[in-house]
T-cell receptor
């Protein structure tokens, strides 16, 4: 079964607008972590934001926020005020299990920011 | 602090040849990961080390892939013999801890792009 599902292969957003990238996850472990990474065309993976399963509040990092809905097992990334430099692949990932920190990645969403 | 180093950055080989990739994690990082990322897909974990021991290699095609981290620092991933479907980017990542909670993310290297012809 898929551990991480990203249903949007590609998204377009107008510069300066907000955009939401969807992510759902599957785990039976009560302790887990959720991550978002950005991968520009250069190929490097850049860590954006983290949400722990026991965190009460949604994580925020600058223009990035994570809309964490535990009951729905969703962890959507919200990018506010999109910039041209935000055009990239975005991957949702989950660290599953208190031990061994196994990571699972989704298939990614290609975001294109239009001027 | 220096990031995760990988070499080579690019490699082109013919099928049935062998190839090796090298990774040097961030100093002090006990956990090291090798991922395979096929074009258009997310990274797939191949093998995970804690110091010099293997934690998980369940998705490593052991008939052709091998990896080692002999001194618990740098690591080598080898493919022998290579197949066309091995064409991918091979990413190495490291993190500070193995178990426990917390936001200790993985730090990724620049990757090695392998083309098998």
């Amino acid at each position: 079964a898929q551990k991480i599902t990203q249903t949007q292969p590609g998204m377009f957003v107008q510069e300066k607008e907000a955009v939401t990238l969807d992510c759902t996850y599957d785990t039976s472990d009560p302790s887990y972590g959720l991550f978002w990474y950005k991968q520009p065309s250069s190929g490097e993976m850049i860590f954006l934001i983290y949400q722990g399963s026991y965190d009460q509040q949604n994580a925020t990092e600058g223009r990035y926020s994570l809309n964490f809905q535990k009951a729905r097992k969703s962890a959507n990334l919200v990018i506010s005020a999109s910039q041209l430099g935000d055009s990239a692949m975005y991957f949702c990932a989950m660290r599953d299990g208190y031990n061994f920190n196994k990571f699972y990645f989704g298939s990614g969403t290609k975001l294109n920011v239009k001027p | 602090e220096a990031g995760v180093a990988q070499s080579p950055r690019y490699k082109i080989i013919e099928k049935r040849q062998s190839v090796a990739f090298w990774c040097n994690p961030i100093s002090g990082h006990a956990t090291l990961y090798w991922y395979q990322q096929i074009l258009g897909q997310g990274p797939k974990l191949l093998i995970q080390f804690q110091n010099n021991g293997v934690v998980d290699d369940s998705q490593l095609p052991k008939d052709r892939f091998s990896a080692e981290r002999l001194k618990g620092v740098d690591s080598t991933l080898k493919i022998q013999p290579a197949k066309l479907e091995d064409s991918a980017v091979y990413l190495c990542a490291s993190s500070t801890r193995l178990s426990g909670g917390g936001s200790y993310e993985q730090y990724f290297g620049p990757g090695t792009r392998l083309t098998v012809t």
